[in-house]
Structures are given as structure tokens and as C-alpha cells.
């Protein structure tokens, strides 16, 4: 506890380390273990780590699995990797047991869901708001820290969407929740950034020596090392994109099952070359690879709506600036660009092509566009 409160000054730090960029939010989902945990108890579809990636925005929300190293050597690395191999695909990030990234993201979180494990307890007494997808009572010892916390902090329901449960919990937990939390969270240590120097001076005196005279103190979680790069794919992974007013919002379409209240009217946005044909058969869009030297944009918009036989615009990027798309049809070719001539995080081409693809049917040739909550929109103009 006292090495993540001395690492609360750097949270800005850890965020970066961790990849989160301007505007997103960092949800951490924390698992004990056995079958009471967040991911035992739903073994069979991990519906909590599954709802989180796929009904809250890419774009806004990066999600981070902690796994008790128990897990970990019980099932073994890959087995692990194999259960969530779907969401490393749809942007999970899975820190190794041996590291402390999972320190460093409980100190950068926005928000987790956690179990009886101690992680709950360390991120509720870091003043991080909270839900419960899992708890073992019977795990618990009465009157604990624990099962104090598991007394206040909210469940995960399945009949409410988990962006709006998220909302709710960060509400409730400023008022007088916070306060009731924050008594639960001061029970985990007495004497906050003072044990390293009371473990020293007991152990020194157990040993009969005389204790140093530097202080010893408490350092703060190290920065993440760049994380591995194992579920990263030479192409993006397919999303629903859904454009509603001025704001679009793009999900994991591996995750997606029946479409939900999120996605009242989503297109399907995929890569070039997509090998699995669920997504290269069904997309709308497909985001192509600048032409091949020598390669006329005929037979580049040919090459494209060939091997993708359900794709109905292909969008090939214009440097930084934006896009070209052409339509299945041959009727329509279109340019679009962000203003000012550059695509600053978060509007890149893909974002272009799903807005793009959305007025087809609509005359607009101008569009304020926004992705991110807390990032100004951007203006995308369309050419025809």
C-alpha cells in the first residue's frame, strides 16, 4: 500500500507507460483466484472481461486484466492466454505475473471491477471507484476490510449497460460512499508510508545491530516497460463503428454477439486481407493498403471489392491528411480530409472511412466529428 501511495505523484507517468493517450480511460479488472473470482466464477464465457471490451468505446477505454499469479501457475501461461486470447485480440492488456504492472495501472486507473481479492481493497483505498463482478463470500473473514468493502461497493448486473454502471459507480463513490470507503481503505495499513522505516527498525532490533542512519524509504511503483507486443496484429482488429449526430463511437466486432442497445445501426469496418471470413465476407468498409507501385486506382478499388465480396466502400489512406473511397458501385469517388491537413489522435483513417461511409446517402460535405469525450471534435471535409 505504501509503495502505490508513493507512486500517486506520477500517475500521469504511468499512464503514458501504459499507452492510455489524451482523453481515454484505464479500466482494471482485477482476479484472485479459484472459482469465486472475476474470472472463475464465469469461466465458461468471462462475461465481465468480455462486456468491458465490448460495450464500452475502443477509443475511449483501454481495459488491463491483473490475474492472482496463483492463476497463473495453476493453469499456466498459455492456458491463460488461450482463455483470453479473444480479448488480446480486441485490445486486453494482460500484464505478466512476475511484473508489477499491475501496481502501476491500479495507481493509473479511472475505474475497476474486482472480486475479494486484494486488489479491490488496495484500488478502493486509492480512492479509485469501483464494481464487484465476483465475490466469495464465503472467502471472506467476517468483519474483515474485505468483507466491509463487499458491503458497500455495487454489483455487476446483467440487465443494465456496463458504461452506465460504470457512470453510476463513479457518482455514488463522490459522496458519502467515498467517505465510507475511504474508512474501509484506511484499515489497510495505520501507519500510511511509514512501514518500511517500523519493519526496519523492528528487524534491526530483532537482530541486536545498529539500524543505518539514511532513512529507509518507501519508492514508488518503477514505470512499465513497454508492454509485449504478443496480441498485436500487422492489421487493426474489425470493429463496429456507429455514427450517431456527430459522434462515433467503434467496438470489438469479435465480441459483439446479438447486436446490442449500443449498436443500434453499426457498419463493419475491417482491414485489408482480414483472414477470418466472418469479417472479410461481411464488411462495409475496408480499409485497403496504398496502391502497389505502378497500380492504377482501377484495378487497386478491383483488387479490393474481389476479395472482399460483401465490402460496399474502399478506403485507401492520403498521407496524414485523410482518405480516398470509392464506392462498390463505381458511381462514387470521394475525398475526405481533416482539417488544417492533419489527423491528430484520435482521428485517423479509419475514423475518416466510418464517417465517410455514413453519408453516402446524405449530401453533407462536412462533418464535426467526435470520438473521444474530452478531445474537441474534429472538422472532416468530404469531396465528390
Known sequence: MDQLLAGAPFRDQYRAALGLRPGQKLLVLTSTWKNRSLLGAHRADLETVRRSLAELPADEYRVLCAVHPNAWYAHGGHQIREWLAPFLRSGLVLPSPETDVWKAALVAADAFIGDHGSLSLYAAALGVPG??????????????????????????????????????????????????????????????????????????????????????????VALPLPLPAEHRQPAAAPVYADLRGDRLRRYPAELQGQVADHLPDPHLVASYGEPDPRWAHAADVVLAQPRDPGESWEDAVRRVFRDHPGCLLAVFPQGTTGCVAFTRDGQHRLTAQWQDGTAPWPYDTAVAASAVYSTLTSCATSLHISVVDGIPPAVLTISR
Open 131 to 220: 464494481l464487484l463482478g465476483a465475490f466469495g463470500e464465503d472467502a471472506v473473514a467476517e468483519g474483515s476490510p474485505m468483507d466491509l468493502l463487499g458491503g458497500e461497493l455495487p454489483r455487476v448486473t446483467r440487465h443494465e449497460p456496463l458504461g452506465d454502471q460504470l457512470q453510476r459507480a463513479v457518482a455514488a463513490q463522490t459522496g458519502p460512499l467515498r467517505e465510507r470507503i475511504a474508512e474501509i481503505g484506511a484499515l489497510v495499513t495505520s501507519r500510511p508510508l511509514r512501514a518500511a522505516g517500523l519493519l526496519r527498525s523492528l528487524y534491526y532490533a530483532r537482530m541486536e545491530l545498529d539500524e543505518p542512519q539514511h532513512p529507509a524509504v518507501t519508492r514508488p
